[in-house]
């Protein structure tokens, strides 16, 4: 086990002042000596991961956690070195970062911006963290990522799906591994024109917060392309547990397809509500009636149940890939935890292992000069195919995965399979898209 | 001194002192040390100790003194961040104008409410004040949006239009709050041998208002009016007897308490421009609850105590992770050392909401006066000269 | 107007279990006059009953399958469950299918054990003690219950099925003359509606019918008369307490199969039950079973787009706006007597 309660600061007093007295008073701001803010000057370097652990996203941050901690471990060496053997940059030489130990510290985000940013600030200012990573939500996600823009450190953002978190709210420090809505749009959009064909009428039920509205623009707009028709577009309270009123009226307002903008215990309840009304047996307009999740979960997922089986949606990753990094990563994974990581979990390693490697290429911690490293960076071997880190907007840009709920899984992580790669090309777009349109990075802030 | 009598004037003296010195008194382990993880000194930390005893503070003014429960403070404590933030964002980055409004939006907002509210006492009056704020957290995350920000909370871009300042630094960064020139992040850090301490002017600021803050309810507490609202508290119906109205009397206490509030939200975005609508949801209001029953509801000092231990909870106790666990225990064989993670891992990190929620059930069945009785009883452990006078004086009144 | 038809449908059911939590909230309050905000993690403790009982359905010894492998690539280890074991696979999956119906009978004893051990350890000694100490206890107690749940079953929702016979939904609307199709439900919310009358109804006549439910009632009103005549009062509200805590379970087996369990469900069901116990008239039963049916049927209508598209956000608000007018104009609620919980 790493120890994690050694600190910059305190290594900065062992070794550099070492038993003196009374040392002059620094001043911990823009005229400090320190090039950065958190400059790791003993033999170890602190990052620090921000997870759900309490709440309803707290298995998922869990989740999260048993990634970053693997992650660590293959940075300083350990274990069999999971997708460091895969990767297509080979600066990571299982030597923590740059010769010096990884140690962590971990914190609870509470899925609410003001707890996730306390705990970003006492990761920075006791415990000098030179990295924030981690979320499992996009307002999270965004809230953090700007206060590390304030405070000058790196972001590498955990599971947010929002077209914001690198749209209009995008910020020179932050960097997003994980897919985004119109991603998820576009790579579903031709999946569904083969399986439904395109003349249909979509309803669609969307949380109503921010990641809601943009996941149910981006799916609008993609399906209205195919020739799609929208019947209606209804907000449901994030709070809401039951969706029987919401779902009561979607038989016979004539669409043929409902859309579920949901995602977490809303998703689970909203999919299970209508399953039981029945509204898979039915048949609208001479068609089956069909239900689509864009964004899928598997953690979540389970909590559905058999509901989820023959329902579509879209995945940054799953476990059942076969290509060479995806099997290093689920069996050191597997080996270690005894069951398959999610989505999150890998999106989380990748993020991990990205920061240590730019940081090896930039050959310094300092956050510019990591954040020049990432950008345009182009890599392969973590599981997503040839994969571009975009300079414009921070963005990785990567082949995204259709998945259906599986008919007959075999074991209780065997929910969904995989039924299409869609290539990076046909879910890349411009970066000033309207949808991402409003917001710009900035420029990079070292701190200190 | 300062309109005071001896005991209270101690009691700021104290508060003040204890505010002054706590980068020293929250750090008192060497930052390497394993029991480094106990330390709170840090800027964010000590400004939330401060900021929530201010909302603390004025919560007790309502509760402590009338009796009057309300479970929507928190909608008061939203507005006022989201005033500031607007204000970051429309008019300057100097704090003074933003606590200024925060403070007047909430006082407005709280009357408005208060005004409704009183009509009722009881649980009812409770279950208003809560419908209020619920309304406002889920307005605020949903159809609000823009005003607010929803779910991602209202933040500062880089192009805000900022009348009195710019919409962004030379380097391409969006500015930071300050009071006249001096930034509130600004941290003074002082290392003593292993220690090291940490001065950040924010805390300061926030330590000033909350030493203000205490100084008013100090004097509300003593002064005629509060003694009113106590009136209110032991007995409404024969107050109304006597020919005074009490309504105009709560509503005061509701208005002063809503500000409290909104001055505690104005200070949470000027350390930290963001203003997020869970700030409004009923937990956050029930939080000012468990602060001020938990530390002692009718003292002064109380509330100020309880907003300390539920945030040090929340926050220290939330980072201890296993590995934390298992290079505590390092020193002992493997087995035990096991063992013992396994048995502590349950109560901190992931689950600090159970060791909370036990510490609450704990500290209401066996202090019934929150955690100010449990000082009183230690003191009275070490003289038990004069128990009387204590008594007379600071023994809380349970609330109603 | 069959929409209108389909949200009263919704709207009863969701009624059905907000009323059976608000009866026993403000049975409890009646009785023992205690404000206990852990009554929405009984409800919660109920659902996970039924996950329990389906785990326990689903022990399984394990063999090992050669032919197949798991995500590792190692043999596959095959769980089957002893129970269909013992009974062959069909009667053994007909119990395991039927696990949400027998986790009533499953529940009851705990339910009302947990309600004793409450009352007996805990609430007890808060009688004398301000509501507001009540609250706070009771809510530390919820803290820590739902923080048990978590630490043994994860935060995630556990599918708990409700048995084959009861899924899917069926043509409403045929039987009461409308076009096919135009009103369906699902079995399941029916048999909750149904079930919950059968609770309600259950629990009026007992406090109507029997010496036992007429005595009590007698101690609601003049506790100490009751007490001068010689009659252990306490004893019949420990009891009452643990029928509360039963009703609140029971509720919350049924509601497993509606919406899969989660550690927190009794929290997003308590801020609402409270203000249907206050809208009914704290105290009056009557009140909190008419007001959870009336908040229930009113939610469902604010979900209408034709509203929503006119009232953008009603259905964020409506329970409390109700609340707000109810409290208003009548300070009561709809049924309370006058004079309780005033002050």
């Keep these: 086990m790493s120890k994690s309660n050694l600190t910059r600061r305190g290594l900065i007093k062992t070794s550099a002042i070492a038993g003196a007295g009374v040392a002059l008073p620094t001043i911990f701001t823009a005229s400090s000596a320190a090039a950065f803010t958190n400059e790791p000057t003993g033999g170890s370097v602190t990052l620090g991961f921000n997870v759900p652990q309490t709440g309803p996203y707290a298995d998922e941050g869990a989740d999260e956690l048993r990634a970053y901690e693997l992650a660590v471990e293959h940075l300083n060496g350990g274990g069999d070195g999971g997708m460091m053997n895969t990767f297509s940059s080979k600066a990571l030489q299982g030597n923590g970062i740059m010769g010096k130990k990884v140690e962590y510290v971990t914190g609870d985000t509470q899925t609410k911006s003001d707890a996730a940013r306390a705990s970003a600030k006492s990761m920075i200012e006791k415990d000098g963290a030179i990295m924030i990573t981690g979320g499992s939500s996009s307002g999270v996600a965004v809230a953090v990522q700007g206060l590390c823009q304030e405070a000058g450190v790196i972001f590498m953002a955990g599971l947010t799906h929002s077209n914001d978190t690198t749209g209009k709210d995008k910020k020179a420090n932050g960097f997003r591994h994980f897919f985004n809505a119109y991603m998820s749009g576009a790579a579903l959009a031709p999946v569904l024109q083969s399986l439904y064909g395109s003349d249909r009428k979509a309803y669609h039920l969307t949380a109503d917060y921010t990641w809601g509205w943009t996941q149910e623009e981006s799916i609008v707009a993609s399906t209205e392309s195919l020739g799609w028709e929208t019947v209606n577009t209804v907000k449901t309270p994030l709070a809401a547990t039951d969706f029987s009123s919401y779902i009561a009226p979607v038989l016979n307002s004539g669409a043929d397809v409902l859309v579920l903008n949901h995602y977490g215990g809303n998703m689970v309840n909203s999919l299970t509500n209508a399953v039981q009304f029945g509204l898979r047996d039915k048949q609208v307009n001479g068609k089956n009636f069909e239900i689509v999740v864009p964004l899928y979960s598997r953690l979540m997922a389970r909590g559905a149940g058999e509901n989820v089986k023959g329902i579509h949606g879209s995945t940054n990753w799953h476990w059942s890939l076969t290509d060479d990094a995806s099997k290093a990563f689920v069996k050191s994974f597997g080996e270690k935890y005894g069951f398959p990581p999610s989505q999150a979990a890998h999106t989380c390693y990748c993020q991990t292992l990205l920061y240590a490697d730019a940081v090896t290429r930039a050959g310094s911690f300092n956050p510019c000069a990591v954040a020049e490293a990432l950008e345009g960076f182009e890599f392969d071997g973590l599981g997503n195919g040839k994969t571009l880190y975009r300079a414009e907007d921070h963005q990785c840009f990567k082949d995204v995965l259709v998945v259906r709920g599986k008919e007959n899984p075999t074991s209780e992580f065997d929910l969904l399979e995989v039924v299409e790669v869609t290539p990076a090309a046909q879910v890349t777009y411009p970066p000033d898209h309207p949808m991402f349109a409003g917001g710009e990075l900035g420029a990079c802030n070292p701190g200190a | ?400 | 107007m069959d929409a209108i038809i389909l949200q009263i449908l919704n709207g009863l059911d969701k009624g059905s279990a907000y009323a059976l939590i608000a009866l026993g909230l403000t049975l409890i309050f009646g009785t023992l006059g205690v404000v206990n905000f852990a009554h929405g993690a009984l409800f919660m403790i109920g659902a996970f009953c039924a996950v329990t009982l389906q785990r326990i359905f689903n022990i399984s010894y394990e063999t090992i399958d050669e032919s197949r492998t798991d995500f590792l690539g190692n043999p596959m280890t095959v769980k089957t469950p002893y129970i269909e074991h013992w009974f062959g696979p069909e009667m053994g999956g007909a119990i395991i299918d039927w696990s949400v119906p027998l986790a009533i009978l499953f529940s009851i004893p705990i339910m009302i054990s947990i309600g004793f051990i409450m009352e007996r350890g805990l609430i007890k000694h808060f009688y004398k003690r301000p509501h507001a100490d009540q609250i706070l206890v009771t809510f530390g107690l919820a803290i820590v219950l739902q923080e048990i749940i978590k630490y043994f079953y994860g935060a995630n929702p556990i599918p708990t099925g409700a048995p084959e016979v009861f899924r899917g939904s069926f043509d409403f609307g045929v039987m009461l003359g409308f076009d096919p199709n135009a009103i369906i439900y699902p079995y399941w919310r029916l048999v909750y509606f149904a079930f919950a009358a059968v609770i309600i109804g259950g629990v009026f006549a007992f406090l109507q019918f029997t010496t036992f439910g007429m005595v009590v009632r007698a101690g609601m009103a003049d506790r100490e008369t009751v007490q001068l005549l010689g009659i252990n009062i306490d004893k019949r509200f420990t009891i009452m307490f643990g029928i509360a805590a039963a009703v609140a379970g029971l509720a919350g087996v049924m509601y497993a199969p509606i919406n899969s369990p989660n550690y927190h469900m009794g929290m997003d069901f308590l801020v609402l039950s409270f203000v249907v116990v206050v809208v009914g008239g704290m105290g009056s039963l009557p009140g909190a079973v008419l007001a959870g049916f009336l908040l229930g049927v009113l939610e469902s209508f604010a979900s209408m787009n034709e509203i929503k598209s006119i009232l953008p956000g009603i259905d964020q608000i409506i329970i409390y706006l109700v609340a707000i007018i109810i409290l208003l104009t009548r300070p009561r609620g709809l049924m309370g007597r006058k004079g309780v919980m005033e002050d």
């Design chain 2, 1 to 400: 001194m300062l309109g005071l009598n001896k005991r209270d004037f101690s009691l700021l003296l104290i508060v003040a002192i204890l505010a002054l010195c706590a980068p020293f008194l929250l750090n008192p382990f060497p930052a390497d040390s394993a029991m480094a993880q106990f330390n709170a000194g840090y800027p964010d930390l000590m400004q939330r100790f401060v900021i929530f005893g201010i909302f603390a503070i004025g919560f007790n003014i309502l509760f402590g003194l009338t009796g009057y429960l309300s479970f929507g403070h928190a909608a008061f404590l939203g507005v006022g961040s989201y005033s500031a933030v607007w204000m970051f964002k429309l008019l300057s980055m100097n704090v003074i104008p933003a606590i200024l409004l925060s403070v007047v939006v909430a006082g407005l907002f709280s009357l408005l409410i208060g005004f409704i509210s009183l009509r009722r006492s009881g649980i009812y009056f409770s279950i208003l004040t809560l419908a209020f704020a619920q309304m406002s957290f889920n307005l605020a995350y949903s159809v609000l949006t823009p005003i607010t920000n929803g779910e991602t909370g209202l933040q500062l871009t880089l192009d805000d239009p900022r009348i009195l300042g710019v919409s962004r630094t030379e380097d391409g960064s969006i500015p930071v709050t300050n009071f006249f020139g001096l930034e509130m992040r600004d941290t003074y850090e002082m290392i003593v041998g292993p220690w090291s301490f940490q001065f950040n002017n924010g805390y300061y600021l926030c330590a000033v208002l909350m030493l203000l803050s205490f100084y008013i309810a100090i004097r509300i507490f003593r002064s005629p009016f509060g003694m009113m609202l106590r009136a209110i508290k032991s007995n409404n119906t024969r107050m109304t007897y006597t020919g005074l109205n009490a309504r105009p009397y709560a509503l005061a206490a509701f208005v002063i308490s809503g500000m409290y509030a909104g001055l505690a939200g104005g200070l949470l975005a000027s350390m930290d421009p963001l203003a997020g609508a869970e700030r409004m949801q009923w937990t956050a209001s029930g939080e000012v609850v468990l602060m001020t029953i938990l530390g002692g509801a009718g003292t002064l000092i109380g509330p100020v105590l309880g907003a300390g231990f539920i945030k040090y909870f929340e926050n220290i106790f939330s980072k201890i992770n296993d590995s934390v666990l298992h290079s505590w225990f390092s020193f002992m064989p493997d087995g035990l050392e096991n063992l013992l993670v396994t048995l502590v891992h349950p109560f901190v990190g992931k689950g600090w909401h159970l060791t909370l929620g036990l510490l609450f059930m704990l500290v209401v069945i066996f202090l019934p006066g929150g955690l100010v009785e449990g000082g009183q009883r230690i003191a009275r452990l070490f003289r038990r000269k004069k128990p009387d006078d204590a008594k007379k004086s600071t023994q809380s009144t349970p609330a109603e």
